[in-house]
């Protein structure tokens, strides 16, 4: 059976651990992604409509607040391009205002780019777009080589599913390369109330759940895992204090289950959690200490109707 030796390694370090945990960065999976984009069109996941809103309403004054020349060629780079879908809004109003740019979005699956491009480029067909498949770094570092003004979005609350000091650090490096003009476009969801958090995260229609219990799926498939994931609830809770939605799974019965592929063993005491996954929440203060060793600070700040979420404008 052919395994990805890192997947193992990770998984089995996380069940080995106390308490145990998984790395959600495992959630996309072919199945995964399929269920994210359900995630992203249910009614309690406010996350995706409200940065929507302030793409389709704001894109004007967001790109006014980069205060770029017309006529100097500038690189609009996406970390994790996604589909998209609220990308598009800022690109139509650059094009729009006859700004001279390429967009380039960066992933590390090509099956990704390959559908966005197809998609924006029969939707912009003036569009400049240089896909770059790989490592964000590694491609941030090569494109730092020439002294073109960069604008980089990181979109989405992808950050949230860092822990603060893993964050901190994945900020530092992004903005390493940053010279004067360039700007960190930081889309994150921030704090509210309880209820509004925890549904988001907990759906009555049981999708988050199907997320959650995929990756034990997923290791049944390809680690040759026994998890039997009917023996497994979805048990999300928001820390108020800490600021975080955490996602669980309880083990159901005292149980075993057995890796086929390096004949190892993991217990599972009745009531057993494992820690999925972090969805932080932000506020000014979180960010700002989140930037104390990065050299980037605020210049701005753009929230939807409700509040719900905010895209930071960040530079040196
Ligand atoms: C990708 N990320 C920002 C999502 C989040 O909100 O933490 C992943 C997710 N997990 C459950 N629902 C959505």
């Known amino acids: 059976m052919e395994y990805n030796a890192q997947f193992l390694e990770d998984t089995q370090n996380g069940l080995s651990d106390s308490p145990k945990r998984l790395p959600s960065r495992y959630f996309y999976d072919k199945i995964g992604d399929k269920i994210f984009q359900e995630i992203m069109a249910m009614p309690e996941y406010y996350l995706t409509n409200s940065e929507t809103e302030i793409f389709k309403i704001q894109a004007k004054e967001i790109i006014n607040s980069w205060k770029i020349d017309k006529d100097i060629p500038f690189e609009l780079i996406e970390l994790g391009a996604g589909d998209g879908t609220k990308t598009i809004f800022l690109l139509e109003e650059l094009l729009h205002q006859n700004y001279n740019f390429s967009y380039l979005p960066i992933d590390i699956s090509q099956n990704v780019l390959d559908d966005l491009v197809n998609n924006l480029s029969e939707k912009l067909p003036d569009l400049k777009i240089e896909p770059k498949q790989g490592d964000y770094f590694m491609i941030l570092d090569e494109l730092s080589q020439d002294d073109k003004q960069k604008i980089v979005l990181f979109i989405g609350s992808n950050l949230g599913n860092l822990e603060d000091k893993i964050a901190a650090e994945f ?59 009917e023996n497994f609830l979805h048990d999300p809770e928001y820390d108020e204090e800490e600021g975080a939605a955490k996602s669980y799974l309880k083990s159901l019965t005292n149980q075993s289950v057995h890796f086929s592929i390096n004949d190892k063993v993991f217990h599972f005491e009745k009531d057993e959690k494992i820690l999925m996954e972090i969805s932080r929440k932000y506020d000014d203060d979180v960010l700002n200490n989140l930037l104390i060793d990065s050299g980037v600070q605020i210049k701005a700040k753009f929230v939807d109707s409700r509040s719900y979420f905010a895209d930071y404008i960040l530079e040196k």
Do not use: C
Request: charged share 25%; hydrophobic share 40%.
């Open 171 to 229: 900020l530092k490096n992004v903005t390493a390369s940053f010279r004067n003009k360039d700007k960190l476009l930081l889309g994150v969801d921030l704090k509210k109330d309880f209820k509004t958090i925890l549904q988001a995260y907990n759906d009555e229609s049981k999708i988050t759940a199907r997320f959650n219990l995929n990756l034990l799926q997923r290791m049944n498939n390809e680690l040759g895992a026994n998890f039997i994931v």
